[in-house]
């Protein structure tokens, strides 16, 4: 699998289009033509935001079509809001496509996608081409409340099946995403991306049943690109992430850490020591 | 009006000739080659290669990073493949390069700076070697050295007794007298003085009532930062005759030349690289750009030039030569 980063740039883009999505959700649509050349699904960019801050923001690439990109977002803190403050016509520099994306070309035909609050910005991406391929997709998507799903129309109507979960029961199954997963036929893979615990949970679920499953996860990141080791996890020493990476400090483990932003986001979950 | 493609932008560390004052700090910018798509690494004065130690490291646990207000809380923890494996590895990959790389050197005892210093100092790819005495994330041990003027001279001359090329010392703010600290690195034989380290922090999760890092604490950078940096130049400065690689929140040419003026020969950029990797060629351009409108020809005339009590480093550099 190639790095992105082989084929990433700072790239200068204008804002399209901004709509806030629900309550703190921006969807931000940007001109970037030469980017959705390059896009592919479970890719992320780091925003590059106007003004002082210390670090970009880190984010999946929701969309990628004709001339336009998108980003989905929550306003959690200081920075995400300074990016959900730009207006249409304003530029945004970014650094894209970045990470190893998911890999959608497995020969399986009945897939799950679980998605946790933010992490659908990054799910879309690879639900349009697996169902491009012909797959039965299954959308496992969990959130605080019901006002939280954004985009979920947005799933069913590229067609996939939609299966709800929130805290408060507001909408769809009431409790967590995971135990939703467990209690439905059991997919042939699995594809995810979420917060870390639900990303665990997944992860426990598959291995039990012996399910191929991609995991994209979250970390705080520094640069983004490779540069820092602030983003990273551990994993198997032979891991297909990890093909020369030298020996860890514990005698006889073998396990390292591997950097989220470089080698992954995207890990398998049978290769996490986590 | 000077032409801008006359300027002397050159930076003197030891015997090593930068032709630019910018440099790509240690543990910020990888090998280089990470941020080789974003930038023209041929305008950098030099890459400062991330840490490495005698031994493997798995470094700390996540998270390791925490974005703060104006700055970000770090806790890595030294993470490297240690020496062996880095000069089997690695090293013959910094060949290609197109600016100097200097290789950092970090360690649990003076015995553990030698070896390294003089196993890695003796590759050709290695232009200088940077003492990374001032880690603050490595339990304890890691700043004690650059905390403690004697230790700080152990370990200097140590390193010196191993390698001709270049050594700068990197020091740290989190002592009570910085000045007291750089004679020391230079009396035992530093050509060079990085200024400085991160200062140390933390963060508390109040939801969850704990440490934000996984380290617990970890060393705070960026523009948080900076007024601290300047002042820790400008006093080292004053104190030793040697060329100093300022460094601590610099994000502007303005930045930068506020610690050109106190005294730093070159400027080290580390966190700014993450909110825009374009960021030392922007500071480049504009510290050119500065030099042009004022008439400046050679970077040397701004080097300490608002520190009343510098001690002129170019002064000494003309009654060696």
Redesign the interface.
């Known amino acids: 699998m190639a790095l992105a980063s082989s084929i990433s740039a700072v790239v200068p883009t204008r804002i399209l289009d901004r709509s806030e999505v629900a309550h703190d959700v921006i969807l931000l649509g940007i001109e970037a033509p030469d980017l959705v050349k390059k896009v592919r699904p479970g890719h992320f960019a780091m925003a590059l935001l106007p003004g002082r801050q210390a670090a970009g923001v880190a984010l999946g690439i929701y969309e990628a079509h004709g001339s336009r990109c998108s980003l989905l977002f929550f306003l959690a803190g200081d920075r995400t809001r300074r990016l959900g403050a730009l207006r249409v016509g304003e530029r945004l520099d970014i650094v894209a496509p970045l990470g190893n994306g998911f890999d959608c070309e497995g020969a399986q035909r009945d897939i799950a996608i679980v998605a946790g609050g933010v992490g659908i910005a990054s799910v879309l991406l690879p639900a349009q081409r697996l169902l491009a391929r012909g797959a039965r997709v299954r959308l496992f998507y969990g959130a605080r409340t019901a006002e939280r799903l954004v985009e979920a129309e947005r799933f069913a109507a590229e067609g996939c099946e939609l299966l709800l979960a929130t805290d408060d029961g507001s909408r769809g199954y009431h409790g967590l995403v995971t135990d939703l997963l467990a209690r439905e036929e059991a997919p042939e893979r699995i594809l995810a991306c979420g917060p870390t615990p639900m990303l665990r949970a997944v992860s426990a679920y598959a291995q039990e049943r012996k399910i191929p499953a991609q995991l994209s996860l979250e970390e705080a990141f520094g640069c983004g690109v490779g540069g820092c080791w602030g983003c990273v996890v551990p994993i198997v020493r032979t891991s297909a992430q990890a093909p020369s990476f030298p020996p860890s400090e514990a005698d006889g483990s073998d396990v390292v850490h591997a950097r989220v932003c470089a080698e992954g986001p995207v890990f398998w979950a049978h290769e996490l020591r986590w | 009006m000077v032409d801008s493609a006359k300027l002397d932008l050159s930076a003197r560390i030891g015997s090593l000739v930068l032709p630019y004052p910018t440099v790509g700090l240690s ?4 090998s280089g080659a ?2 080789a ?2 930038v023209d690494l041929a305008r950098l004065g030099a890459v400062v290669l ?1 840490s490495v130690t005698r ?5 700390n646990p ?11 809380l ?1 806790a ?1 923890g030294l ?1 490297n ?2 020496i062996d ?1 880095y000069l089997q ?1 690695d090293v013959a990959k910094f060949a290609q390069t197109p600016c100097a790389t200097i290789g950092s050197v970090a360690g649990f005892s003076v015995d553990d700076y030698a070896y390294v210093c003089e196993r890695l100092a003796a590759r050709n790819e290695i232009a200088a070697i940077e003492l990374n005495i001032s880690c603050p994330n490595v339990a304890h041990e890691g700043e004690t050295f650059a905390c403690d003027p004697d230790l700080t001279a152990r370990v200097v001359r140590a390193a010196r007794d191993t390698t001709d090329k270049p050594l700068i010392a990197k020091l740290s703010p989190n002592v009570s007298d910085i000045a007291t600290i750089a004679r020391s690195a230079v009396a035992a034989g530093a050509d060079a003085l990085a200024v400085v380290n991160t200062v140390r922090g933390m963060a508390i999760d109040i939801v969850q009532r704990k440490p934000r890092l996984g380290n617990v604490t970890g060393g705070l ?4 930062i900076r007024p601290i940096a300047v002042l820790a130049v400008y006093e080292v400065a004053r104190a030793v005759a040697v060329p100093i690689v300022g460094q601590g929140g610099i ?1 502007t040419a303005s930045d930068a030349l506020e610690f050109i003026l106190a005294g730093a020969s070159a400027v080290g950029i580390g ?1 700014a ?6 960021a030392p060629i922007t500071i480049l351009d504009g510290i050119i750009e500065y030099m042009v409108q004022r008439n400046v020809r050679s970077l040397r005339e701004l080097v300490g030039a608002a520190n009343t009590g510098f001690a002129n480093i170019n002064q000494v550099e003309g009654d060696e030569g």
């Open positions: 543990g910020c910018y990888g990470e941020f798509p974003y991330k031994r493997p490291r798995m470094g996540t998270p390791r990073i925490v974005h703060t207000p104006a700055g970000m770090n890595i993470q493949p240690g494996w590895h950078s960026g523009p948080a994000e966190t690289n993450f909110a825009d990797p374009r």
